[in-house]
Structure formats: C-alpha cells, structure tokens
C-alpha cells in the first residue's frame, strides 16, 4: 500500500479564486483530518471525518472553508474567495479509528 | 484547552552529540502522545507514537519519554548525524477520536 497521497502539491491562485485541494487516504482508513501549517508554526486542526461525515469542524476558520468525503475514502477541501491570510500548507492525515495517523505531503497553497 | 510547547524552538549541535528536545503539555490527561519529523517542503514522518499508559519508546537511535503527571515528554538522540537535521514536532491526542495538537517544533541543525 500507498500512503496518504494530496494533490496538487502546490497551488497557486489569485485573491477571491475557488480552489479545492484533494487528499486519498490509506485504503481502509476510517478517520480522516486536515491540518494547516502556516510558516514557523505547528500544524492546526480544521476538520475530522469519521467515515462520510464530518465528526468534528471546530477547527474551519469561516465559512469560506468547507470539506466533503461523499464515500468515506476520497476528501475534498474547498476554499471560496480566497484571501492572502489563506497562503499556507494544507496537510491531510487518515487514520484507523483512534490509531496513529499517517501524513500526506501536503498542498502548498499560495494566494497572490 | 490543550496547549503543547516546544524548548528550544532551534538547535544546532556537532555531529556525534547526543541531544535532547523538550516537549510540555498543559493538559495530563491524554490519550496518546507523537513526535514528527518534517523535512523542508515535506510532510510530517512519525517517528514515535506513545500511549498514554506507556513511559517511553524506542526506535534505534531514537528514545522518547512519556510523563504524563508532569505534562512532559522528552525526544532523546543518539549519536547525532547530518541527515537528522529537520524540524521535530511534538504532538498530543486528547482522546481517542479527537485531532491532534501540535507544538511549534524545533528546528534541529547537525554540523557535520
């Protein structure tokens, strides 16, 4: 098996574009997360699926941010008008239930 | 609300040194604790995954302690190399179905 795959690795976009940014889990990976690392800092928590939902959202910044998993294995996070605040490295993580996660290489995305 | 710190934020020591990076929580009661490599540009590589009921945990050079009562954990290496310059990262899980909570990182220079 693969490991956690995230595509594109890097995103460049204007202010106010949509982008969405991909994860693919481990094959049999029932928990899902994406983390965002800003420049200098530790990742931080925006979003946890358990499955096809989504367990946890507590971490989304506003509603301009917002992730799906329709089929419990392949996520999608969605970024609408884009600001420079947004520019950071979006990393996504998968999980058996409550087992050691497993990091993708993330998406490095840059607002201009 | 968990709060993980780093000490020292960087690092650069001789290679062949033995070192010790610091990692403290505010909150003992934890589900589980790891530490992360991360190379430039790169996602997180675990290295060590602790559980809660454990005090330490070895992998060849590498050995981290657990102490949950004191909110302190400690990554010890061996024999430093320059391959093992990158940025250490300490992360708590609060519970078994909750994200984790990173700390800054140390950034970590081994001068060959």
């Known amino acids: 098996g693969a490991g956690v795959s995230q595509t594109p690795s890097n995103k460049v976009t204007e202010k106010g574009k949509y982008v969405e940014l991909r994860c693919d889990p481990i094959s049999g990976h029932t928990a899902l997360y994406w983390y965002r690392q800003s420049l200098g800092q530790g990742p931080e928590f925006l979003i946890y699926?358990?499955?096809?939902?989504?367990?946890?959202d507590s971490g989304l910044p506003n509603d301009r941010f917002f992730a799906v998993r329709p089929e419990g294995s392949v996520s999608t996070l969605k970024i609408q008008r884009t600001e420079r605040g947004d520019s950071a490295v979006y990393l996504c993580?998968?999980?058996?239930?409550?087992?050691?996660?497993?990091f993708g290489p993330g998406t490095r995305l840059t607002v201009l | 609300k968990q709060e993980v710190t780093q000490i020292p934020a960087a690092l650069s020591v001789p290679e062949g040194e033995n070192l010790v990076l610091n990692c403290s929580f505010t909150?003992?009661?934890?589900?589980?604790l790891q530490w992360f490599r991360q190379d430039p540009g790169k996602g997180l590589t675990s290295l060590l995954l602790?559980?809660?009921?454990?005090r330490e945990q070895t992998s060849g050079r590498l050995n981290a302690s657990l102490d949950k009562s004191s909110g302190r954990s400690t990554l010890y290496i061996a024999a430093s190399q320059p391959g093992d310059s990158a940025t250490y990262l300490c992360?708590?899980?609060?519970?078994?179905?909750?994200?984790?909570?990173f700390g800054k990182g140390t950034r970590l220079s081994v001068i060959a």
């Open positions: 909150d003992s009661a934890i589900y589980n």
């Open positions: 992360a708590v899980r609060p519970n078994g179905n909750t994200p984790l909570v």
């Open positions: 993580a998968s999980s058996l239930a409550g087992g050691e996660q497993f």
């Open positions: 602790i559980q809660s009921s454990q």
């Open positions: 699926f358990q499955g096809t939902g989504a367990a946890d």
